[in-house]
C-alpha cells in the first residue's frame, strides 16, 4: 500500500516562504516520493519550480531563491490518479493574468472523467492527466465572481476525497471535503498562517497548531486576516489508514497523537490474540509502537529483529536479476543473533496483497525463528480505496479472496491474528462514525464504481497533449 500525498501552504510577509515550505515537505517526504514542488506568488504573479524526485533532490539554493513571494504552497506527490510522469507534477498552475492559480491536491475524485469530458467540452486544456488539475480548471469556469463562491461551487460539483492547498497572486486558501478524508490543519508562524497535511510539518518549521481544518471548510488567508467558511456536514469519512500507517506517529489527528494510538493497537492485538513466544518485533517502522504496545500487555520482551533500510526510496535504476530475486532484503534484513531459536510475535500494520509478508516470514525462518506468529493491526482489507490511496482492486486483495486460515498458511505463518475494526476504533479512542472504513467493510461514504482505473484520464488526456 502506498501513501497518498502531502499538501502545505503558508501565508507570511515576513518569511522566505519558499524555504519554509521546502523544510515542510521534508517533514511530509513520507506522504510520497515520486515528485515534488512549490508555488508562491508575490501579489502580481505566480511562480512554481516542481520535478521528479524526493524533495532533497527536486530543489536546491538557485531554485528555492527564484520561488519569490510571501505566500507558497507545496506538494509531494504519490500518483492514485495520472502516471508518475514530468507533466504530471504538482502544483498545478491553470488560468491566465489575474485569474491563475496553483493548486495541490490529497485524495482522489471518483467523478473524474465526467467532469474531464465537460470541461474539456467548454474548450478547457489539459497538460497533465491528474484529477488535481480537473479540480483547478472547474474552479476557473464557475460562473462565480469571488474566488470562494468559485470554490464553493467545485466543491457542490467534485465527489471523493480532497485536501487542496491553492494559491493565487494574493490569497492562500485551504479546502477540506465535506467527509474529512484526508487531514488537514491551520497553525501559525510569526503572525503569520500555515496549513499541513499533518502536524508534523508545523512543528518542523516551528509552527504552532491552531486546529484542524474541519470536514467542508474553505479557509482563506490574505493580508486583511484568516476567515473560515463551512458547510453543513452529514456524514464523516475520515480514512483510518491515517492512524494505522499513513501520518507520523509524531503527528496529531483529531486531538490524538499518533504514537500512544498505534501503541494501543498492539494492546488490543495481544488482548485479542494472545500466544505463547519469546520475543515481540515490529515491522518497523509503522508497526514499532505497536509492537511495543502488544509487549507491555502481554509482558512478551519486545525488541529489534528487523533492520530497515531507511534510504530504499523510488529510484529510477532497474533492478538486476540477481538483487530483484533478492526481493524483501532490499528493504528489511533480519538479525539471526537476536532470532535464532525464539518464538517470534511479528507485528505489522496491514496485509493487502500479501506479497511482501511471505518473504518476510520467509526471512525470519531462515534467520533462525523457531516460531512467526504474525499479528495485524488492520483488519482484513477485502474492499479497494477510491479516496486517495493506491491499495489494489479487489481481485488483488488477498482477504478478499481467502479466509484467515488461508492467508494464514499462505504467508507461511504458525498463526495470524487481525485486530478487529471493534478493537481498532477503542485503541484510536475516536467514534467510529468519525472514520471511513470502506476498505474493510465496503460502505463507502459515497457510491464508487467497483473498479476504477487509476490512468483513464491519461488515455483520455494522451490525444490532446
Request: glycine content about 10%.
Amino acid at each position: 500500500m502506498h501513501e497518498s500525498c502531502g499538501i502545505f501552504g503558508v501565508y507570511a510577509p515576513n518569511e522566505d516562504v519558499a524555504r519554509l515550505t521546502f523544510f515542510a515537505l521534508f517533514a511530509l517526504q513520507h506522504r510520497g516520493q515520486e515528485s515534488a514542488g512549490i508555488a508562491t506568488a508575490d501579489g502580481k504573479k505566480i511562480n512554481v519550480y516542481a520535478r521528479m524526485g524526493l524533495v532533497s533532490q527536486v530543489f536546491n539554493e538557485e531554485s528555492l531563491s527564484s520561488l519569490v513571494g510571501n505566500i507558497a504552497i507545496g506538494h509531494n506527490r504519490y500518483s492514485t490518479r495520472g502516471s508518475s510522469q514530468e507533466y504530471n507534477v504538482q502544483p498545478i498552475v491553470v488560468g491566465k493574468g489575474p485569474n491563475t492559480i496553483a493548486v495541490a491536491h490529497n485524495g482522489n475524485i471518483v467523478n473524474a472523467e465526467h467532469l474531464y469530458e465537460e470541461l474539456s467540452g467548454q474548450g478547457y486544456t489539459f497538460r497533465s492527466s491528474t484529477d488535481t488539475e480537473v479540480i483547478a480548471n472547474l474552479i476557473i469556469s464557475s460562473p462565480e465572481k469571488d474566488w470562494i463562491d468559485k470554490i464553493k461551487y467545485a466543491m457542490r460539483r467534485l465527489q471523493g476525497a480532497y485536501s487542496l492547498t491553492i494559491l493565487t497572486k494574493d490569497t492562500l486558501f485551504g479546502v477540506r471535503d465535506h467527509f474529512g478524508v484526508r487531514p488537514l490543519c491551520l497553525g501559525t508562524i510569526d503572525g503569520g498562517w500555515v496549513i499541513a497535511s499533518e502536524t508534523c510539518a508545523l512543528d518542523h518549521i516551528g509552527a504552532s497548531f491552531v486546529r484542524k481544518v474541519e470536514p467542508g471548510e474553505i479557509v482563506s488567508i490574505t493580508g486583511g486576516g484568516i476567515e473560515s467558511f463551512r458547510d453543513k456536514v452529514d456524514r464523516m469519512g475520515l480514512c483510518i489508514f491515517e492512524y494505522i500507517y499513513f501520518a507520523r506517529p509524531d503527528s496529531v489527528i483529531n486531538g490524538r497523537l499518533l504514537s500512544p494510538a498505534r501503541q494501543a493497537m498492539g494492546v488490543g492485538l495481544a488482548q485479542e490474540h494472545p500466544v505463547k513466544a519469546d520475543l515481540v518485533i515490529g515491522v518497523p517502522d509503522s508497526a514499532t509502537s505497536a509492537a511495543i504496545g502488544y509487549s507491555r500487555q502481554s509482558g512478551i520482551p519486545v525488541g529489534e529483529g528487523l533492520i530497515k533500510n531507511r534510504y530504499v526510496g523510488r529510484t529510477f535504476i532497474e533492478p538486476d536479476q540477481r538483487i530483484r530475486d533478492l526481493g524483501v532484503k532490499l528493504k528489511f534484513n533480519p538479525m539471526p543473533q537476536m532470532l535464532e531459536g525464539k518464538r517470534l510475535v511479528v507485528v505489522d500494520d496491514s496485509i493487502v496483497r500479501g506479497t511482501t509478508t511471505p518473504s518476510v516470514v520467509k526471512e525470519l525462518r531462515r534467520a533462525g525463528a523457531k516460531e512467526v506468529h504474525m499479528r495485524i493491526c488492520a483488519p482484513p482489507i477485502r474492499y479497494p480505496c477510491f479516496f486517495g490511496v493506491d491499495m489494489a482492486t479487489r481481485a488483488e486483495l488477498i482477504a478478499a479472496q481467502k479466509t484467515v486460515p488461508e492467508i494464514r498458511d499462505f504467508i507461511g505463518a504458525d498463526s495470524l491474528g487481525y485486530l478487529s475494526i471493534k478493537g481498532l476504533i477503542k485503541a484510536v479512542a475516536l467514534p467510529r462514525n468519525t472514520f471511513c472504513l470502506a476498505c474493510f467493510t465496503g460502505d463507502y461514504p459515497i457510491p464508487v464504481q467497483l473498479e476504477m482505473d487509476k490512468l483513464a484520464l491519461e488515455t483520455m488526456s494522451a490525444g490532446r497533449r
